[in-house]
């Protein structure tokens, strides 16, 4: 005996179900899931914000092709807690392998006491297509009891023309809701970049 399965919803996929006449099914969400896109053009600075919540306990923001506005300038992090872009309390660690022609020799900037911003990238370059790549992660920030923790990990040019591998761990001190990240450049401003702003799936 042949029978039709009626048509599903929109989105739904046709699950066999073996023996059993197969159904439509909604599929489950992916691990990750995009929340938000931010894309400079001329900006003073990049913030990604209103999208972060007790949804998800871990969060990326994936940044791809930011190019500064004036050369050798530092690419600065800082976040949004409490409702306020703080400038203090943070302490971080970053460390940066460089390469000039073929040669990698690997440096540090540790802070140990609280600093006014993070340091993504020293002196990032900007002269014929030089730019910053890098992935960010982020926990907890809807959590009022836990101190901001964050790593990122990247690449960039520098203004001497050297590819430069980059990372870096670290915390702010403050312990209220995180809601916003805001990158800015020391000197001047993002010509370019796009920020894209994930929550990692909590199962």
């Known amino acids: 005996t042949y029978a039709n399965t009626a048509a599903g919803t929109s989105g739904q996929l046709l699950q066999s179900n073996g023996a059993s006449a197969p159904t439509w099914v909604t599929p489950s969400a992916g691990a990750l899931t995009l929340l938000s896109t931010v894309t400079a053009s001329s900006s003073a600075t990049m913030d990604i914000e209103t999208t972060f919540s007790s949804t998800y306990d871990k969060y990326i923001i994936a940044v791809s092709g930011l190019v500064c506005a004036t050369d050798g300038q530092q690419l600065q992090m800082l976040l949004k807690i409490g409702g306020t872009y ?9 460390n940066r392998t460089q390469s000039s022609t073929g ?8 802070i140990a006491g609280p600093a006014s911003f993070v340091s993504v990238h ?6 014929g ?13 809807s959590s009022t009891t836990l101190q901001k923790l964050f790593y990122f990990l990247g690449a960039g040019h ?46």
């Open 103 to 110: 040669t990698f020799a690997g440096t540090n900037e540790s």
């Open 129 to 141: 297509g030089e730019n910053a790549t890098f992935d960010l992660y982020i926990s907890d920030p």
């Open 158 to 203: 520098t203004n001497a023309g050297e590819v430069r591998y980059i990372q870096g761990i670290g915390c702010n001190t403050g312990t209220a809701a995180l809601t916003g990240v805001r990158l800015k450049m020391a000197s001047g401003n993002i010509t370019s970049g796009v920020a894209r702003l994930y929550g990692i799936a909590n199962s």
């Open 122 to 127: 020293s002196i990032l370059g900007n002269v």
């Open 86 to 94: 703080v400038t203090s309390g943070y302490v971080y660690f970053e």
